[in-house]
């Protein structure tokens, strides 16, 4: 349940507003943006009289009950898009930032040469993984610690951003100058993780599950907003379905449908949902024109000889063709590839 107050109400009546309900054993929620505030109510609703409460209480505009199980990451909740800062970058609607690099962290020649030339060719963020979650044991599971500090090199050369994936709570500490955690597919559901991962402040890339609904995938958004953490970017990378002849089916739907419910950033991720290189492109046109924030493209120095997921990985000059056609169409949907 929400209630909207009148605007130019003051601060001071909304938290009295609020400490009545508190006092009744519900928790409020606060938003509050440029023209409006608006404060929620968890827990059985089912009791109060939301035309009641709006008729006896004069700051209030109106109220309504938000019948998803989603509260916080809720546009109803907070009509405002939410930007997310990272850096000199911020992602949001209006904007669109394209996060480049390897699957996996594999040396220092490996990740300075990618970082340098994604870095010329436009990229926004620099990604690679430190800890890989592999289906194999006897797969390449990162460099691990080693793997954090030599993004963080390519972070002091090039001035990009890193996006990392965090697979455990055990690794949280190596991730204290990481701009933006991920959470991967596997881990979308690792609640205590989201739980952690609410009470700090960082960026975090949330990925949707391999066979996850739109509302389970708000759901784990709304474990890490309770906890206080706004600075929440989702993730559609595709979903696993009957089809065999790509690795993921890409929900381009997802995109529009997340923007429609929530106020958090939405940006796509081509090389999990294709699975091949050849793919990524169209994909990532797609992207663009279904309205995503951004992209999350694997891209290597030498993909053939990749220790993980070289097969839809672009090489360097491909990533370089397509960030001068990403720019082109970025433009024409009246976005802006910032970096500012």
């Not at 739980?195 to 759901?219: H, V």
């Not at 379905?241 to 106020?263: F, G, Q, Y």
């Not at 050849?278 to 694997?298: M, Q």
Request: hydrophobic share 40%.
């Amino acid at each position: 349940m929400i209630f909207v107050m009148k605007q130019n109400v003051e601060k001071s009546k909304v938290d009295a507003f609020r400490k009545i309900f508190e006092d009744k054993g519900f928790k409020t929620l606060y938003s509050f943006g440029t023209d409006y505030q608006v404060v929620g109510l968890v827990g059985n609703t089912s009791i109060l009289d939301v035309d009641q409460i709006t008729e006896t209480n004069v700051i209030v505009e109106y109220g309504k009950r938000i019948t998803e199980p989603f509260k916080m990451v809720n546009r109803k909740f907070q009509p405002e898009n939410t930007y997310v800062k990272v850096g000199p970058t911020t992602f949001g609607e209006g904007l669109f930032q394209v996060i480049a690099g390897p699957c996996s962290v594999e040396n220092e020649n490996q990740i300075m040469e990618i970082a340098r030339a994604v870095k010329l060719s436009g990229a926004t963020l620099l990604r690679g993984g430190a800890f890989k979650p592999r289906s194999s044991p006897y797969a390449f599971q990162g460099l691990h610690a080693e793997g954090i500090q030599l993004l963080l090199q390519a972070k002091k050369e090039t001035g990009l951003p890193i996006v990392s994936e965090l697979t455990s709570l055990s690794q949280f500490d190596l991730f204290e100058d990481v701009d933006v955690i991920q959470v991967g597919a596997r881990n979308m559901q690792n609640f205590d993780m989201l739980r952690e991962l609410g009470l700090c402040k960082k960026a975090i890339l949330l990925k949707r599950g391999l066979a996850s609904t739109i509302e389970e995938f708000l759901m784990s958004a709304e474990y890490i907003m309770t906890g206080g953490n706004s600075n929440i970017i989702l993730c559609e990378r595709g979903i696993r379905t009957i089809e065999t002849m790509t690795r993921n089916t890409l929900d381009i739907s997802a995109v529009p449908l997340l923007k429609k419910l929530s106020h958090l950033p939405v940006i796509i991720d081509p090389s999990h949902a294709g699975g091949m290189r050849s793919l990524v492109a169209p994909l990532t046109k797609a992207a663009i024109a279904i309205g995503a924030d951004g992209i999350l493209i694997e891209t290597h120095n030498n993909p053939a000889e990749a220790l993980s997921d070289g097969a839809q990985s672009l090489d360097l000059s491909d990533f370089s063709e397509l960030m001068v056609e990403i720019e082109r169409r970025v433009a024409f949907e009246n976005k802006k590839l910032d970096k500012s």
